[in-house]
């Protein structure tokens, strides 16, 4: 099954934009998920299982790096085309 999610992350800091470029880094790596992000927000798609771990995992680590961050997530449970 396919899953389709939407990331915005909001590092609680000053200095914002490295928290949110090492996330996203992180999540690239990971060549079997399309990776598309924007302005607003990175969108990712992959095997639903894969998608939540590679979320968790992104986040529990740009976490114990960076400090305290809000991620807000929406999960599409289908594959959606994702255009840059």
Same mark, same amino acid.
């Given at each position: 099954?396919?899953?389709? +999610? /939407?990331?915005?992350?909001? *590092?609680?800091?000053?200095?914002? #934009? *490295?928290? #949110? %470029?090492?996330? #996203?880094? =992180?999540?690239?790596?990971?060549?079997?998920? %399309?990776?598309?992000?924007?302005?607003?927000?990175?969108? #990712?798609?992959?095997?639903?299982?894969?998608?939540? +771990?590679?979320? =968790? +995992?992104?986040?529990?680590? =740009?976490?114990? %790096?960076?400090?305290?961050?809000?991620?807000?997530?929406?999960?599409?449970?289908? /594959?959606?085309?994702?255009? *840059?």
């Amino acid at each position: 099954m396919k899953l389709t +999610a /939407e990331l915005s992350l909001y *590092p609680v800091q000053d200095d914002y #934009i *490295p928290v #949110i %470029q090492s996330f #996203i880094d =992180s999540v690239r790596e990971h060549d079997d998920l %399309q990776v598309v992000t924007n302005a607003m927000s990175t969108q #990712i798609c992959g095997d639903y299982d894969r998608v939540f +771990a590679v979320v =968790s +995992a992104a986040l529990a680590s =740009s976490t114990r %790096q960076f400090g305290k961050q809000v991620l807000v997530v929406k999960f599409i449970p289908w /594959e959606l085309k994702l255009t *840059p």
